[in-house]
């Protein structure tokens, strides 16, 4: 099986078994990918495989890019994306990676982008209880203190407050794949999935499975 694509989050629906239960599943474009580069133990002392996905004007890159394209034959890719492989793995650059990859059955984890949220507060970002909201308190959505006392005086670094929330890198492991459209190329995981609809993901095989 190939280690993992790149692919695109169309949104979710749910499909219904044959026993009638509904499946809640997030359709996921998974490629096709074309490989862009190989990386060999003798040129770059470890293996890899750099996988390019959904095509881009040659107006938009830049040159250093157009070079890396023109060597490997491909046409300009919107999406890099690198991965180390096992030893015995074979690829060539300028092959076409489908999402016929994975069946229906196998387990994938998928990495995203969380949704960001901007900037919020205690407790919406950690879901911090609060205090009363009656009498006068004064402290209805405060997240209450945040440092010590004259030692160490300071606020140590972790403390939960209120921030960014949201955009960062997430994985969620052992979805299912439910079904495979090979003619469509997509593939469709019961779960959801981090990220919002046309953002970018990758799709690997599950590593605990």
Request: proline fraction near 3%; charged fraction near 30%.
């Amino acid at each position: 099986m190939m280690f993992y694509l790149i692919g695109k989050k169309l949104g979710m629906t749910q499909l219904f078994q044959d026993n009638g239960e509904a499946v809640p599943v997030t359709v996921i474009e998974a490629g096709p990918c074309e490989v862009v580069q190989v990386k060999t133990e003798k040129d770059d002392r470890y293996k890899a495989v750099q996988l390019g996905f959904m095509d881009k004007k040659e107006k938009n890159v830049t040159k250093p890019l157009l070079g890396h394209f023109k060597k490997a034959g491909v046409s300009p890719k919107r999406h890099l994306k690198e991965s180390r492989i096992e030893e015995g793995s074979d690829y060539a650059v300028g092959q076409v990676v489908k999402v016929d990859v994975f069946a229906k059955g196998d387990y994938v984890d998928v990495i995203g982008v969380t949704k960001g949220k901007g900037f919020a507060g205690g407790m919406k970002r950690h879901n911090f209880k609060g205090g009363r909201a009656t009498h006068g308190s004064k402290f209805h959505r405060d997240i209450g203190g945040t440092s010590m006392s004259s030692s160490p005086a300071r606020t140590f670094k972790g403390t939960r407050m209120a921030g960014h929330m949201g955009n960062e890198k997430h994985t969620v492991q052992n979805l299912k794949v439910v079904r495979v459209d090979e003619e469509m190329q997509v593939l469709m995981v019961r779960g959801a999935i981090p990220g919002p609809a046309q953002s970018v993901v990758i799709v690997k095989k599950a590593i605990k499975k």
